[in-house]
């Protein structure tokens, strides 16, 4: 299989952002996959699942939003789901691409909403990763704790503990080697320090505009094609009661339980690749 490749795309308002792509193996002919991060997160969450979905045969883009990666900061401060979702349609034009299916972890997943609002046509199918229109009190209060907050980090050491610190609850079997993979995804180097790999901005409050409506932004999102939900048994995100409402009434949303796992599931467990590559299969 050929390298993923960088590529760089403009947003409406002049930002330069960033992506890795995956050319797809095999025959080639299953529809383009974008994976859309969480909110502290960025393309290199998606390091081991894209190479395996570009496998299955389909082109795969593992976009940095705006503030994360080595997508520009916004001087603005514009961290909006609206904006992203903008910019999501800006990627697609860039690459050339009509309609995708999109992969969204947290953020991603409500990205994948407010693109669905926006732009429903551009929508294949979606595969959304333990997030739905209400958001949990208790997963709230713990991002809090830690978005936007200085931190020091002497060292890489150091660097996994406080990785672990935040998502220890999320991944119980998660040991030494896992803290250090997870570290290097999240982290960077700076300026000769290592910091979250993220805008602080990305913090402020973004006020209820930004997600007005969000059970028609799900609703818009069910109606656009086939959606696999995937909900993490240990999640403090998306509450099980949330997920059966966002299943309840839709044929077109299949939902998964994926045992053991917090907020949200990386993707690499068994029963998760299983039913993605299933889920695919049965794509038109």
């Given at each position: 299989?050929?390298?993923?490749?960088?590529?760089v795309?403009?947003?409406?308002?002049?930002?330069?952002l960033?992506?890795?792509?995956y050319p797809?193996g095999g025959?080639?002919d299953?529809l383009?996959i974008?994976?859309?991060h969480g909110?502290?997160?960025n393309?290199?969450?998606?390091?081991?699942?894209?190479p395996?979905?570009a496998?299955?045969?389909?082109?795969?883009?593992?976009?940095d939003?705006?503030?994360?990666?080595r997508?520009?900061?916004?001087?603005?401060?514009?961290?909006h789901l609206p904006?992203y979702a903008?910019?999501?349609?800006a990627l697609l034009?860039?690459?050339g691409?009509?309609?995708a299916?999109?992969?969204?972890?947290?953020?991603?997943?409500l990205?994948a909403m407010a693109l669905?609002?926006?732009?429903?046509?551009r929508?294949a199918?979606a595969i959304?990763?333990?997030?739905?229109p209400v958001?949990?009190?208790?997963g709230?209060t713990r991002?809090?704790?830690y978005?936007?907050?200085?931190?020091?980090?002497?060292d890489?050491?150091a660097?996994?503990?406080y990785?672990?610190?935040?998502n220890?609850?999320a991944?119980p079997a998660f040991?030494?080697?896992?803290w250090?993979?997870?570290?290097?995804?999240?982290?960077?180097?700076?300026?000769?320090r290592?910091v979250?790999d993220?805008?602080?901005?990305?913090?402020?409050?973004r006020?209820?505009?930004?997600?007005s409506?969000p059970?028609?932004a799900?609703?818009?999102?069910?109606?656009?094609?086939?959606?696999?939900l995937?909900r993490?048994t240990?999640s403090?995100?998306?509450?099980r009661t949330?997920?059966?409402?966002?299943?309840?009434g839709?044929?077109?949303?299949?939902?998964l339980?994926?045992?053991?796992?917090?907020h949200?599931?990386?993707?690499?467990e068994?029963?998760?690749?299983?039913s993605?590559?299933e889920?695919?299969?049965?794509?038109?």
């Amino acid at each position: 299989m050929n390298e993923a490749e960088d590529m760089v795309w403009r947003s409406a308002d002049g930002l330069q952002l960033h992506a890795r792509a995956y050319p797809a193996g095999g025959a080639g002919d299953g529809l383009p996959i974008l994976c859309l991060h969480g909110l502290t997160r960025n393309a290199r969450d998606f390091e081991e699942v894209a190479p395996w979905l570009a496998g299955l045969g389909h082109r795969v883009i593992a976009a940095d939003t705006r503030g994360r990666g080595r997508s520009a900061w916004d001087p603005a401060a514009d961290y909006h789901l609206p904006t992203y979702a903008a910019d999501v349609e800006a990627l697609l034009d860039a690459a050339g691409i009509g309609r995708a299916i999109l992969l969204g972890t947290s953020m991603g997943g409500l990205i994948a909403m407010a693109l669905a609002i926006r732009a429903p046509d551009r929508i294949a199918g979606a595969i959304v990763n333990d997030v739905g229109p209400v958001i949990a009190e208790a997963g709230l209060t713990r991002i809090a704790a830690y978005v936007g907050k200085p931190v020091e980090i002497p060292d890489w050491e150091a660097a996994a503990a406080y990785v672990r610190w935040q998502n220890e609850a999320a991944y119980p079997a998660f040991g030494p080697a896992d803290w250090k993979a997870m570290a290097r995804r999240l982290l960077t180097e700076r300026e000769g320090r290592i910091v979250p790999d993220y805008d602080p901005a990305i913090a402020q409050p973004r006020g209820e505009a930004t997600r007005s409506d969000p059970w028609a932004a799900w609703a818009a999102l069910a109606a656009a094609g086939p959606v696999l939900l995937l909900r993490g048994t240990r999640s403090d995100i998306l509450d099980r009661t949330v997920a059966e409402a966002m299943a309840a009434g839709r044929p077109g949303v299949r939902w998964l339980e994926v045992p053991a796992v917090g907020h949200a599931p990386t993707l690499d467990e068994p029963t998760v690749r299983a039913s993605l590559a299933e889920w695919l299969a049965e794509l038109p």
